[in-house]
């Protein structure tokens, strides 16, 4: 038996989020034109109290505060390379970067700098596992799917700026 996907939208200063969830826990997070855009199909509209953690975070984050407790979290996608990745993605500190090559080294697979960044790519819950602070090899802003000027915005937010 499938577990049913619910969602919300979500206004931000950067556009409108799409948030999902199972009766886990929080499943994604998406910007509505995000690249690769998630698969919606059966997915039900909940506004309710399901998602009031995650907005609460999302709304303290994005006034400049540092969010309290992270939401629950249950992602039920991602193969175990992948999930290692989104990993290692939770302990890159708030004002802080790194690089794809040196997250490769963190989980153990230094020469696996491309395939990291596939798995960067395919995070389900953008700003919360925060891949948006990986940045190249030679410090300049790379992909980002939800876009490089929110990655920007994002960085901005937490104190880093980038030309």
């Known amino acids: 038996m499938n577990t049913p996907t619910y969602f919300t939208t979500?206004?931000?200063?950067?556009?409108?989020?799409?948030?999902a969830a199972t009766e886990n826990g929080l499943c994604g997070l998406y910007f509505k034109d995000h690249t690769?855009?998630?698969?919606?199909?059966?997915?039900?509209?909940?506004?309710?109290?399901r998602f009031d953690a995650a907005l609460a975070w999302l709304d303290a984050y994005f006034a400049g505060e540092k969010p309290r407790k992270m939401p629950?979290?249950?992602?039920a996608s991602g193969t175990p390379f992948q999930r290692s990745v989104w990993e290692a993605l939770r302990d890159i500190p708030r004002g802080k970067t790194t690089t794809y090559a040196e997250l490769a080294a963190a989980i153990g697979s230094p020469k696996a700098?491309?395939?990291?960044?596939?798995?960067?790519?395919?995070n389900p819950l953008s700003i919360l596992i925060p891949c948006h602070r990986v940045i190249g090899r030679d410090g300049s802003l790379t992909g980002y799917a939800g876009g490089l000027a929110r990655k920007k915005r994002l960085l901005a937010?937490?104190?880093l700026k980038f030309d």
Do not use: M
């Open 10 to 19: 979500h206004a931000s200063p950067l556009g409108e989020i799409i948030l």
């Open 157 to 159: 937010l937490e104190g």
């Open 36 to 49: 690769p855009a998630p698969k919606r199909e059966g997915w039900k509209r909940d506004n309710g109290p």
């Open 72 to 75: 629950a979290h249950a992602i």
């Open 113 to 122: 700098v491309r395939a990291v960044g596939a798995a960067v790519g395919r």
